[in-house]
């Protein structure tokens, strides 16, 4: 059985960034047609309000004539991380932030991922590997 991490420090130590192939936008639709055209290509979804939000990749995007013009690279966060822990997604996001770097994180229930510009892809791997060899 994989053993989830709790704690803070055993989550940020854990954590293990892998860079997923591709590029990604965000998009929201309250079109059905295009919710349902999409939504087998698209990497996540979430229903709000306002609309269906989905995570799709880039060229998926363009072939629907969507906007593209803020690619996203995904960043897996190859821990498991317990439902309940408390401080791995605060950590991340303040490290980036300190870098300048936004981000989106979207939990799921294996693993946290983090959406960052393409074009600093490169520097938030290097601020991730310091966050965690700093917990080890």
Do not use: W
Not at 42 to 54: D, H, N, R, V, Y
Not at 66 to 85: F, W
């Amino acid at each position: 059985m994989t053993k989830v991490a709790k704690t803070a420090r055993d989550m940020i130590a854990g954590m293990t960034p892998k860079l997923k192939p591709g590029a990604f936008v965000f998009i929201t639709t309250g079109n059905p047609a295009l919710i349902k055209s999409l939504s087998s290509q698209a990497i996540s979804t979430f229903k709000e309000e306002e609309g269906m939000s989905l995570i799709v990749p880039v060229e998926v995007a363009e072939e629907k004539g969507l906007d593209v013009e803020h690619p996203m690279r995904c960043i897996t966060l190859n821990v498991y991380a317990s439902l309940e822990g408390v401080g791995l997604t605060a950590a991340v996001s303040t490290a980036l932030g300190d870098a300048g770097i936004p981000c989106n994180m979207v939990a799921a229930y294996h693993h946290d991922n983090v959406f960052v510009p393409s074009d600093k892809v490169r520097t938030a791997m290097e601020v991730l590997a310091r966050l965690q060899s700093r917990a080890n």
